[in-house]
């Protein structure tokens, strides 16, 4: 699985938006974007995944560079609930379950009242 | 419904005991995931089991016995830990849709091994 990238911390003000980045310059065309966060002492929680077309959910917003070289993980209307680890993971596209996640250290996100 | 459930919560055991986690799923998924995390560092693979059957062993010592008695269901049985081995244990799930798979983690069990 490709390497990634990410700023260890970052913060944001409550009500804004929070982009986190994500750097995965070695992706190749079978690689999917995914991302996780983790609230602290909680397992960590999936959030959105993508191959090169934008993407959104519910959660966040994932827009992934044309070249596929970086991603940013968009939380629209950040809450004080979104403080938590926030890991940018590229995986193989998978046939049958059973690939395991390889954590980085993730961003840190703290967001603030 | 994408829970996956952990016993105990907490656990606190001695060098010479022996105890196991408990993680359970009932989302039909046939892959089961061990990961230990330590304070402040991401979540490290132990295990995996594809089908009831262990497909990764990442080179955990043997004091850790991993155990899938049923597709629902995943032990990790602990025996003669040491004190580092404290951690927090995180069990998951995934499944495959389109090609695409997703983990489910449950919330751990945060093991002090004295």
């Known amino acids: 699985d490709a390497k990634t990238t990410q700023p260890p911390s970052m913060d944001c003000a409550e009500g804004r938006a929070a982009n986190l980045p994500c750097n995965h310059s070695?992706?190749?065309?079978?690689?999917?974007v995914y991302w996780y966060r983790q609230i602290h002492s909680q397992g960590p929680q999936y959030i959105i995944h993508g191959l090169k077309n934008n993407e959104t959910n519910e959660m966040a917003s994932l827009i992934i560079t044309e070249d596929r070289k970086s991603s940013t993980l968009i939380l629209p209307h950040a809450t004080l609930r979104d403080t938590a680890v926030y890991y940018c993971i590229v995986r193989v596209v998978g046939g049958q379950a059973g690939t395991a996640l390889i954590f980085g250290k993730g961003t840190t996100l703290s967001v603030s009242s | 419904d994408t829970e996956v459930t952990q016993t105990p919560k907490h656990l606190v055991m001695g060098m010479t005991n022996k105890k196991s986690l408990k993680c359970e799923q009932h989302m039909g998924h046939r892959a089961m995931y061990w990961y230990k995390q330590k304070a402040k560092k991401p979540p490290e693979l132990m295990f995996v089991?594809?089908?009831?059957?262990?497909?990764i062993n990442e080179s955990v010592p043997s004091r850790f016995s991993p155990e899938c008695p049923n597709s629902s269901l995943l032990n990790l049985h602990l025996h003669a830990l040491q004190p580092e081995d404290s951690a927090l244990y995180l069990c998951?799930?995934?499944?495959?849709?389109?090609?695409?798979?997703?983990?489910?983690f449950g919330p751990g069990t945060r093991l002090l091994v004295l």
């Open positions: 089991y594809s089908y009831e059957k262990l497909s």
């Open positions: 070695t992706i190749s065309g079978n690689e999917y």
């Open positions: 998951a799930s995934s499944q495959v849709s389109w090609r695409v798979e997703t983990q489910y």
